[in-house]
């Protein structure tokens, strides 16, 4: 059994590792490959699918890799990814369910757009400023949208298949193990 | 409110975060973190830029087929021409120059590995392995290993640096046509690897086929590097400037070694404080 701290490093390290490849191996890539990233998504899936905690977790250290070794000026890509991954949390925790397609497409399309909003805002914000800032690059909308979704999707699917996590669950007596009800 | 403490607790440390960030507050740890990862960085971006290469295998054999047709109208037009003829006259004078004058400038090349990079639509930047400690300094010209202008250094690390090139729509440099002996305009970069030659006064000719060099009159780049060759002149008579294409010489996407333009002094410094 693996302990909360543990589990806390491991995840940590997780999105420290997609971090680094983000900033170093998919800076790379041509053209729209380039929206095949693998923190941003790392990060939404945990709030999406796992504790707010673990996901600002993630986001800390997957952003922490993008600040650091990107050649982008004052993304502040740990603080945006942190707002984001609450921002999922609360709205998956509260408003929409994160059991059902349309539910997580919902919630993938709120992450994409508030990270792009608060990227765009803290560029306009830092031009009023007069610093001239090197803006993040990202692919075209449809691309990272799409890759976002892609990861999003076949995640719930595996979930779906492969796991009880969106059976009912049926239960009950004390000092048994939980069951999924199954017909 | 649990809850809304949560929520307190998240937006003031994101907060807190951006302003540490924006006091610089944070720049030992950055530092710190970059020193211990550097080794791992160099190997994730050779794996990245070979990923990269291959990617681009198709997209380089479209790109090829088109510019061999249009090297090969324009080789036709100018097998023998006199145009053609003083611009690689002049390539070849302005690269003689150069490599004059890295032995008597007091410049000396470091060689710098890209780790990063950000290179898509308007944006042109790319990370490098040096940084202070090896003597490098802002506005610090960077070549290609063949001597062909890449940018300049705009952001400073302890152990890294950001190197802006000259297809960033934010990047400027004061230039002159080889073979004549003032500043006769700035290239500025126009996004997508292409940049513009402007403000030349309507007196300076200028073609196709020149040579655009560094001007030498910024104080830390160097004159007579090669910027790239005159494309497509625009002028009007009312206008008291005229503008031009150029085509750059390096090939900027997919820059993997480079080299630093610094002072002697610089390198004696760094090495001395390291040792």
């Given at each position: 059994m693996i302990r909360p701290w543990s589990r806390r490093l491991l995840t940590l390290a997780i999105a420290m590792f997609c971090g680094l490849v983000d900033a170093t191996v998919v800076s790379w890539l041509p053209g729209n490959w380039q929206s095949i990233r693998w923190a941003f998504p790392f990060v939404v899936l945990l709030a999406i699918f796992s504790t707010r905690e673990r996901s600002l977790v993630a986001a800390i250290g997957g952003g922490f890799m993008l600040d650091l070794f990107l050649p982008s000026s004052l993304a502040f890509v740990t603080a945006r990814f942190m707002l984001v991954a609450f921002i999922v949390h609360v709205l998956g925790a509260r408003l929409v369910s994160n059991r059902s397609l349309i539910g997580i497409w919902t919630l993938v399309i709120t992450a994409f757009l508030s990270d792009r909003s608060i990227s765009f805002g803290i560029q306009v914000f830092m031009r009023q400023l007069g610093t001239n800032i090197i803006p993040e690059v990202h692919a075209v909308f449809w691309a990272e949208l799409a890759w976002l979704f892609v990861v999003v999707t076949a995640t719930f699917i595996v979930f779906a298949a492969f796991t009880r996590r969106f059976l009912p669950s049926v239960y009950t007596h004390r000092g048994r193990s939980e069951m999924s009800h199954t017909i | 409110m649990p809850r809304d403490r949560a929520l307190i607790i998240v937006i003031a440390t994101a907060i807190a975060l951006l302003l540490l960030a924006l006091a610089g507050f944070v720049g030992p740890v950055r530092e710190f973190v970059r020193m211990v990862l550097l080794p791992f960085v160099r190997v994730t971006s050779s794996?990245?830029?070979?990923?990269?290469?291959?990617?681009?295998?198709?997209?380089?054999?479209?790109?090829?087929?088109?510019?061999?047709?249009?090297?090969?109208?324009?080789?036709?037009?100018?097998?023998?021409?006199?145009?053609?003829?003083?611009?690689?006259?002049?390539?070849?004078?302005?690269?003689?120059?150069?490599?004059?004058?890295?032995?008597?400038?007091?410049?000396?090349?470091?060689?710098?590995?890209?780790?990063?990079?950000?290179?898509?639509?308007?944006?042109?930047?790319?990370?490098?392995?040096?940084?202070?400690?090896?003597?490098?300094?802002?506005?610090?010209?960077?070549?290609?290993?063949?001597?062909?202008?890449?940018?300049?250094?705009?952001?400073?690390?302890?152990?890294?640096?950001?190197?802006?090139?000259?297809?960033?729509?934010?990047?400027?440099?004061?230039?002159?046509?080889?073979?004549?002996?003032?500043?006769?305009?700035?290239?500025?970069?126009?996004?997508?690897?292409?940049?513009?030659?402007?403000?030349?006064?309507?007196?300076?000719?200028?073609?196709?086929?020149?040579?655009?060099?560094?001007?030498?009159?910024?104080?830390?780049?160097?004159?007579?590097?090669?910027?790239?060759?005159?494309?497509?002149?625009?002028?009007?008579?009312?206008?008291?400037?005229?503008?031009?294409?150029?085509?750059?010489?390096?090939?900027?996407?997919?820059?993997?070694?480079?080299?630093i333009m610094i002072p002697r002094t610089s390198t004696e410094e760094a090495v001395s404080s390291s040792l």
């Open positions: - | 794996i990245g830029s070979s990923v990269g290469s291959v990617l681009r295998v198709r997209q380089d054999a479209v790109a090829a087929r088109d510019r061999a047709e249009e090297l090969d109208a324009r080789l036709r037009a100018i097998t023998v021409d006199y145009v053609r003829l003083r611009g690689l006259e002049e390539e070849n004078r302005s690269l003689r120059a150069q490599a004059k004058f890295l032995n008597t400038s007091g410049f000396e090349s470091l060689g710098a590995r890209v780790i990063s990079r950000a290179i898509l639509y308007e944006t042109a930047a790319v990370t490098v392995d040096r940084g202070a400690r090896d003597g490098v300094e802002v506005g610090q010209a960077v070549l290609t290993d063949e001597g062909l202008l890449v940018g300049k250094i705009t952001t400073l690390g302890e152990r890294t640096s950001v190197v802006l090139l000259l297809s960033d729509i934010r990047s400027r440099i004061a230039a002159r046509v080889a073979g004549t002996d003032r500043l006769t305009g700035i290239v500025e970069g126009r996004g997508n690897g292409t940049a513009r030659y402007t403000l030349i006064p309507q007196s300076i000719p200028v073609k196709r086929d020149d040579v655009v060099v560094t001007a030498g009159t910024e104080e830390k780049v160097p004159g007579n590097l090669a910027i790239g060759l005159v494309n497509d002149v625009q002028s009007q008579q009312t206008d008291p400037f005229k503008t031009a294409a150029v085509e750059l010489l390096a090939p900027l996407d997919r820059l993997e070694l480079v080299s």
